[in-house]
Structures are given as C-alpha cells and as structure tokens.
C-alpha cells in the first residue's frame, strides 16, 4: 500500500505561498548535490516570476554551462541575456573574468607607478597568478558580488553549483573579510614607515591612501553580497532532494553546514517522484519495486523534513529543455499563474 500523499493543491500552492508571503526574498537559490534538478528550478521559477510581471535575472558561475542547455540558447560569456520579456540568463565565463582582471592589474601598474611598459617580471608574475585555482574562485565570487550588489533585477536566482562549492563559496565571504582586515591593518601600519618604502617615492601618500580606498571598496562589496545571501529576509534558500536514501543522508548533512553559515533555509522541493497512482495500475515488477522504495524514502522525508517540505515535483516523461517545458515545469513547482 502507498501511503497517502497530500493532494495536489495542498503541495503546489505552498512553494507559491513563500513568494507571496515574503515579497522582500528576493534572492532565491536552490541548492543540493549534482543532477537532482538545481538548474531545472531556476530556470522553471525565473520563468514562472517572469510571467507574473517581475524583472528577473537567473544567473550561474557553473563551467559546465547549464543555463545554456535548459534555455537551449548559447549565453555563455554573454553577459545578461534576455530570454523573453522579464527574463534574463547569465552565464559567467571565469576565463574571461580572470582575463579583465589581469588587465585591470596592469592599467593599475600603468596609473599608478606610472609605467609605460610591465616589467616582464612583473608580467610573468600575473600569467602565473591566473593559473592558480584561487583566482578563479576570486573571479567568480567578484563577478557574483557585481551581479548582486547592482539593482537593475527585481529578482535575482543564483543557479548553484553542486553542494561542496557553494559551501566553498559561502565561507569564502567570512574568509576574504578577514583578509581585507588584516591586509587592511597591515596597510595602516606601513603608512608610517612609506618614507623608507622604495615604491611610493613619487607621490607617496597618495598612492598608499589609494590602496587602502580600494580595500576598503572591496571590504564594503564583500559585506554587501554576503549579507544579502545570509539574510532571512531577502533571500530564499531552497533545498532540492529526491526520494532515495543517499540523496537524503546526503541533504541532512549539507543543511547542518548550511546552518552553520547562516544560510536562511526556507523549505524543501522533492523533485523526480514518480506518479505513486501508477501503483493502481498495471506495472511491470520493477517499477512497482522503484515505487516502494519511493514510497519509503518519501516517508523518511516527511519524518525528517515534514513541516518544510514546500513541493513534490513528479518525474516528466523527458528532460527539461526549452520554454514549453521550463513553463510547465513552472506551473507543476508553483500552480500556475496567479
Ligand atoms: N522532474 C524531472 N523530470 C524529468 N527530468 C528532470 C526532472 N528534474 C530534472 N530533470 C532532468 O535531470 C537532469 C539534471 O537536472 P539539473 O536541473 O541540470 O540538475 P542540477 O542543476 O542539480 O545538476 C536534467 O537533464 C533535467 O532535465
Ligand atoms: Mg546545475
């Protein structure tokens, strides 16, 4: 026997409640292990915001350039991409970011040391910084700050990459602050001793304060996007999970690290369930095998996650690609318009 599931109308309107009840969240990401369906419901709740009239931008720092794939439009390194009215996709190429950032270095050596050519050292030095992993990392996190601190979207849905790099990028606020400070400090103490320093001959006070301003710029930026992704009251943070067991231990663990790091949990989405009346049917042994062991693990959930669970989204007989699909899934995850 199944167990009952909550109807329909009970399940669906709740994901649509949280958005009516709490119109400040604006920053909405959906977050759990790879291939659950993160993407899919991005992009399916970007669209469904969309056509309530909301100007929305879903945008990923994922290589494996996803959006482009569920949109079935190349967007990647694109900038900002309109998709239909109200909707907008971003695809961050880290690449290109890492790119500009070298760039900018270099102009900075120009104004600031006023240089007309970068000593090769100097410029070997740069080449050898791109290949490190952490300035991947700083680029993505400094285009994600960009994107965030800007108001140009009424809704902003951060597509997350898979579990241990969002965790990664969360810490990486708390990390990067307390560099600022010290490096910070570190400034504020050479102020006495620039006289001695050899690079601020020319000008030198000048130079040092423009360092620190800069700091100082960042810091600002840094406490400004993680404060909004760590604020219950702008942000809404979802987990997707799916019937089985993995994916619940799984999604256990990563909610007590998320808690650590104050992420505001607002519920639960159980995507890929499939159709439980099909037990009613006509089945071969195998999928009535999938269906109990559906049914179990949905119960684990319910004993688990209970009073959070926001959604059960039904497994589709395809992939979702293409608006058709990524507006049904929408009216499945949200029941339909308002
Ligand atoms: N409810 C569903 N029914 C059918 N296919 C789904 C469903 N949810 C997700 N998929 C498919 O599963 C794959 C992984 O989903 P995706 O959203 O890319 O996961 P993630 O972003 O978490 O890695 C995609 O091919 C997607 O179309
Ligand atoms: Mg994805």
Redesign the pocket.
């Known amino acids: 026997m199944l167990v009952c599931l909550p109807t329909k109308e009970v399940i669906v309107i709740s994901l649509a409640r949280i958005f009516e009840e709490h119109p400040d969240r604006r920053y909405i990401m959906f977050g ?1 292990k ?7 419901f991005s992009a399916a709740t970007a669209h469904w915001l969309a056509k309530q009239g909301h100007k929305v931008l879903v945008f990923s720092v994922d290589p494996q350039a ?1 959006l482009t794939d569920i949109f079935e439009q190349d967007i990647f390194g694109k900038g900002a991409v309109e998709i239909m009215p109200n909707l907008f996709a971003q695809e961050i190429d880290a690449d290109q970011r890492i790119k500009e950032y070298q760039e900018e270095i270099r102009q900075k050596i120009f104004d600031m040391y006023g240089m007309d050519e970068i000593p090769e050292e100097i410029e070997s030095y740069i080449q050898a910084a791109a290949a490190e992993p952490a300035m991947e990392e700083s680029a993505i996190f400094d285009k994600v700050v960009d994107i965030v601190v800007g108001a140009e979207y009424d809704y902003y849905i951060y597509d997350l990459v898979p579990l241990g790099h969002a965790l990664y990028y969360l810490s990486m606020a708390s990390v990067y602050d307390d560099w600022i400070d010290k490096i910070t400090r570190l400034r504020e103490e050479m102020e006495e001793y620039q006289q001695v320093a050899a690079v601020v001959q020319r000008d030198g006070e000048f130079e040092e304060d423009l360092i620190l301003k800069e700091l100082q710029e960042i810091k600002y930026r840094i406490n400004t996007s993680s404060s909004i992704l760590t604020d219950r009251e702008k942000t809404a943070f979802f987990f ?1 999970i799916v019937p089985e067991e993995m994916a619940i231990l799984d999604t256990q663990k990563a909610a007590t690290l998320f808690a650590k790091f104050q992420v505001p949990l607002s519920g639960y989405v159980v ?2 369930v499939l159709p439980p009346e099909l037990a009613a049917q006509e089945i071969p042994e195998f999928l009535r095998h999938r269906l109990e062991m559906q049914e179990g693990a949905l119960r684990r959930i319910d004993e688990q996650f209970g009073g959070e669970v926001l959604a059960h ?4 007989e395809r ?3 293409g608006l058709e699909m990524i507006e049904r899934m929408g009216e499945v995850m949200f029941g339909g318009a308002r």
């Open positions: 759990g790879g291939g659950l369906g993160k993407t899919t996803s997707v995507n890929r989204v039904p497994e589709f992939d979702i690609t």
